[in-house]
C-alpha cells in the first residue's frame, strides 16, 4: 500500500478531473468512488485513482481552497514527442507558467496550470532515469521561503525509508534568490519521491489545503506518532487534517476506514461520517465503534 497519497480538493470537478488526468497516463485505474452526506461541505464525492501507478485522491467538496503552484507534480517523460503531447493536453484552457522550450536542465520542458487550476511540470531529459512518473513538488515561499532544507531534513527523520538526494542550489547573482536557497532537490519518504525549492519572488500564493498529504495508518500508535511529529498549528485540527510548522496540510488517517468508507451499507457508512467529523485527530476504537453499532 502507497503509505502518503496526494489529495487534491475541487469545488465540484472531481469525477472530470480524474478522468482527465487517467487519459494521460498509462497504467490507470479508478479504485473507488464514496459519497459522503452531511459534510460541513454537504454532500462530497471522494474518488481513489491510481496515475501511472500512483495513487491519488480527488475530493469535491465545495469552492473553500484554490490549487496554487507552491504545489506542483512534476511528470518525468521518456521523450520530447511524449512531453509535447502531455503540454498540448494540459495547456488546454489552461495557462504557462514556464512555457515550453529548452532549459540548461532539460532539453524539453514546461510549467502549466490545467483547466483545473492543477500545476504539472513536464519534462524531458536524456540522461534522466525514470524511477518514478511523477513527483509532487513543494515549493516555499514568502514567510516559507529558504526553509526548504529545513523542511525537508525535518520530513526525512519522521518518515522511514527516507534520504535527502542532491541539492541543487541558487549561487550566485540569482536574486531575489540567494545563494544558499535550494533550487531543487528531490527527497524520498517511505521510498516515494518528492521534490522541493525555495523561490523568493514575490508570489500572491503559499500552501493551503487544496492540497495536502494523506498519511495511511495501520495503528492508532501510528496516527498519534504522525499527529505529534507533524501538528504544529491547533486550530487547522479537524477531521485527521492538521498542518505543519512550514504551513503544508496533512491527513492522517487509519487503513480501516477505507474499507469502512466503501460499506455499500448507508446506515454504516452515516454512522461512521457522523463520528469522524466530530474529531480532531482520529481514534481508531471510536471509529469502529461507530461503523458497529
Known sequence: MQKIIPHLWFDKEAEKASKFYMSLFENVNLKDKTVLNDT???????????????E????????????????SFLIACSSA????????????KGAALMPLEAYPF??????????????????HSSDLEIKQKITPTLMFVGDQCGKAEEAIEFYTTIFEHSKVGDILRYGMDKTPNESNMIQHVEFTLENQRFAAMDSGYNHDFTFNEAISFV??????????????????VPEAEQCGWLKDKYGFSWQIVPT???????????TKLEQVTEAFLEMKKFDIAELIKAYER
Open 40 to 54: 460541513p461541505s454537504g454532500t462530497a464525492e471522494l474518488y481513489r485513482v491510481d496515475l501511472a501507478g500512483q
Open 56 to 71: 491519488f485522491m480527488l475530493l469535491s467538496a465545495g469552492p473553500l481552497f484554490k490549487f496554487t503552484p507552491a504545489v
Open 81 to 92: 514527442k511524449e512531453v509535447e503531447m502531455l503540454w498540448e493536453k494540459l495547456i488546454e
Open 106 to 123: 532539460s532539453d524539453k520542458y514546461g510549467w502549466v496550470i490545467d483547466k483545473y487550476g492543477l500545476s504539472w511540470q513536464v519534462m
Open 256 to 266: 480501516i476506514m477505507k474499507d469502512m468508507m466503501k460499506d455499500k451499507n448507508p
Open 215 to 232: 498519511v495511511n495508518c495501520d495503528t492508532q500508535e501510528e496516527i498519534d506518532y504522525f499527529w505529534d511529529k507533524l501538528s504544529a
